[in-house]
């Protein structure tokens, strides 16, 4: 392999199994000399597409169209699903809560928490640590139909789990556990849902245990794929099981192509993270690989970013035949243009800020909203995080 521009000489300090993946060492993060440390190791990270490795430093080709703040003072804030009307449902980690931001026109001022109702409580969710109330997801209505319920993941007293709440078009109703016993710990709690049609993709993490990525009997450190009652989905590449990729750390985003092919963003330890293509029944090597590999048991990353500082990425969308990868550690939103299987070299997107990114996705209208995450416990918060963002961006 070549290498263009030099190998990092000072890489942030590393987040293993032992002090968290998801991202960023707080206390470090609130001096100066590490933010400056943090600026530093982003101009000089690597980044891989396919065979090449360039340097990121350059300056970024994205427009950014329009820019403008959705609402202010979310709290803890990670998963996000749309509604046929446009608003969104934002469910809160520590809180349990999921409220819903109302569709807005472009130009109108932000909306405040007042007129961003709470529209019910998980229950049974115990934050602690990255676990808490993670990921939503809606399946799709024809028209303006509501949905007549949603998916969200939690992390339980006992496990990780995914369950199926009832909705009337305003409020949470009855919820029913649809799979259970996903391996729960401080870190690596995974967490994202993604629909496809009337099957559930679920991003799980390895819970602090590494080697069950590899055992395809546990849920831990894998992508599933059910259907809406959490049964293994037909066509799924291991007869009666709900596993569709394994060998994975911790993944935090999913997104669909136009092709309709699933792409994920995995975080790494301090070595790399990815963005994987994945493929029914295919191992992605963790935790015998990290990054890219020559074992032939192992699918390759598209994309790597090392060291991890420079991305730890966690949600994605997929837009215009670009993926858009909102980064944690990173404080970065990331371009990666897709040409059908193959990922090309990531650009920064210039939002104008550094903040933690946790979540992006397209909404009905096709423009993207972004998530911060400044409150999640690591960040250094201003007076209106943590805030959702619209953009429209160029070419
Ligand atoms: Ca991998």
Redesign the pocket.
Known sequence: MSVVGDTPRRAVPTTDTATGADAGVRDLTHTGQMRKLLVTAVSLVLITSGATLSSAGAVPSVKVVSQQTITQNLTSPWGMAFLPDGSALISERDTARIRRIPARSPGSPAVSMSRAPVVGTVSGVVPGGEGGLLGIAVPPTTGSAQPAYLFAYFTGRNDNRVVRIAWDGRRLGKQTPIVTGIPKASYHNGGRLLVDDDTLFIATGDAGVPDLSQDRRSLAGKVLRVDFDGKPAAGNPFSGSPVFTF???NVQGLALDDAGRLWAT?FGTSKAD?L?LLLPGRN???PI???RGSDRR????KVTWSPTSAASPSGMAISGGNAYVASLRGEVLWRVPLNGTRAGKPVAVPIGERSRLRTIEVAPDGRLWLMTNNTDGRGDPGPRDDRLIRLSIGE
């Open positions: 060998g994975h750390r995995e990815e994987n992605y090597g963790w690989v990290e990054g192992f699918t390759n990353p």
